[in-house]
């Protein structure tokens, strides 16, 4: 192979992602990881301090943008954030149950748009297909859901 070929596919390699990130990034990003074991392989966990603790959260997402449905923005208690009601879609809602009923005791943490904003302690199983994080989005997260996702009630974005 040319040397000139060569940093040409490096450089398409290498831009590729940014080129799709205009088409097909998603806007949406918020996910909400299950605790775990800080002897789990560490490439595979993250760590958070929650409680005065620290603790570790597996990296792959149990639910993620890609499982709602609807959403509902409400101002959080703070009066300095927002938080959202999210429905879930069926396939997700049964697999949100079945981590929830596996996971009892642990952890729950909601990422969204590259930091944790909000966490729970699992204690009884959800059933209902809905998620709530209680704070930590902005307004500007909230308009970004918008462009992708309906409002709870809403017909489907296009």
């Known amino acids: ?8 596919f490096v450089f398409l390699f ?4 940014v080129a799709r990130a205009g088409g097909d990034k998603e806007v949406a990003q918020i996910s909400f990881h299950l605790e775990t074991d800080a002897s789990d392989n560490p490439k595979m966990i993250f760590p958070h301090q929650l409680m005065g603790k620290q603790r570790f959260f597996r990296r792959m ?4 943008s890609k499982d709602f449905k ?5 101002p959080s208690e703070d009066q300095a954030s927002y938080g959202v009601l999210i429905q879930l ?6 697999r949100f149950l079945a981590c929830t009923t596996a996971g009892q005791g642990k952890w729950l943490v909601c990422q969204a748009f590259g930091r944790v904003v909000d ?6 199983p959800v059933n209902d297909h809905v998620i709530v994080v209680w704070k930590g989005l ?12 309906p409002r709870v009630g ?5």
Do not use: H
Request: charged share 35%.
């Open 154 to 158: 809403e017909e489907k974005k296009k």
């Open 70 to 74: 609807a959403f509902n923005p409400f």
């Open 14 to 17: 290498l831009i590729s992602p």
């Open 89 to 94: 879609k069926e396939s997700a809602g049964k």
């Open 119 to 124: 966490s729970v302690i699992i204690d009884q």
């Open 61 to 64: 997402p149990e639910i993620s």
């Open 138 to 149: 902005t307004l500007e997260e909230i308009r970004d859901l918008d462009k992708v996702m």
């Open 1 to 8: 192979m040319k040397t000139s070929t060569y940093w040409l």
